[in-house]
């Protein structure tokens, strides 16, 4: 269906009344309505069948909506710097600095644990661990008896238990 005045004309109180009833606002509908002609609009001038115009318009609107509702809940705080101290909003424990260095320390310690292993064996564990093969097909990748792939992720596994241990245990060293 080509865009033409008439379609235009043919939804648009319509799909405004929509909008009214969802924002209770004549304003924000009518620009809720512009927006959604627009989006429309633009999909049908690219090339996109529209076959239902009227529930597309308001998918469009409701969408819109949504989008809207989350910026304003968004925008809806308060000025940190008026908070008390005692509110201020806390930063996860991830996100503090201490905690970010403490993860990559451990993560270099159990690389370096990975890295210490015989060349096969770190092969092996490594597609196991990061690629995650199964033992068969690391057998057959390496050439290697699935025995031999078992015995390489045993000792990888206790090298990083190992790694773990020494991590907790020297706590202050990270």
């Given at each position: 269906?080509?865009?033409?005045?008439?379609?235009?004309?043919?939804?648009?109180?319509?799909?405004?009344?929509?909008?009214?009833?969802?924002?209770?606002?004549?304003?924000?509908?009518?620009?809720?309505?512009?927006?959604?002609?627009?989006?429309?609009?633009?999909?049908?001038?690219?090339?996109?069948?529209?076959?239902?115009?009227?529930?597309?318009?308001?998918?469009?609107?409701?969408?819109?909506?949504?989008?809207?509702?989350?910026?304003?809940?968004?925008?809806?705080?308060?000025?940190?710097?008026?908070?008390?101290?005692?509110?201020?909003?806390?930063?996860?424990?991830?996100?503090?600095?201490?905690?970010?260095?403490?993860?990559?320390?451990?993560?270099?310690?159990?690389?370096?644990?990975?890295?210490?292993?015989?060349?096969?064996?770190?092969?092996?564990?490594?597609?196991?661990?990061?690629?995650?093969?199964?033992?068969?097909?690391?057998?057959?990748?390496?050439?290697?008896?699935?025995?031999?792939?078992?015995?390489?992720?045993?000792?990888?596994?206790?090298?990083?238990?190992?790694?773990?241990?020494?991590?907790?245990?020297a706590p202050a060293a990270?």
């Amino acid at each position: 269906m080509a865009w033409t005045g008439n379609v235009i004309t043919r939804y648009y109180r319509e799909l405004l009344q929509f909008c009214l009833r969802k924002v209770k606002n004549p304003e924000t509908a009518a620009d809720l309505v512009q927006d959604s002609f627009v989006r429309v609009l633009t999909m049908e001038r690219a090339g996109q069948a529209i076959l239902d115009p009227r529930a597309l318009l308001r998918q469009v609107a409701l969408h819109l909506k949504i989008d809207m509702d989350r910026r304003a809940a968004i925008r809806q705080h308060e000025d940190l710097d008026s908070l008390p101290e005692t509110e201020m909003p806390a930063v996860p424990a991830h996100l503090q600095p201490e905690q970010a260095c403490a993860a990559i320390q451990s993560a270099h310690a159990y690389l370096e644990a990975i890295d210490s292993l015989p060349t096969r064996c770190r092969e092996a564990f490594q597609l196991y661990a990061f690629e995650g093969l199964p033992n068969k097909e690391i057998a057959e990748r390496m050439g290697i008896s699935l025995s031999m792939v078992n015995q390489y992720i045993s000792r990888g596994k206790l090298a990083c238990a190992a790694c773990r241990e020494a991590l907790e245990a020297a706590p202050a060293a990270r």
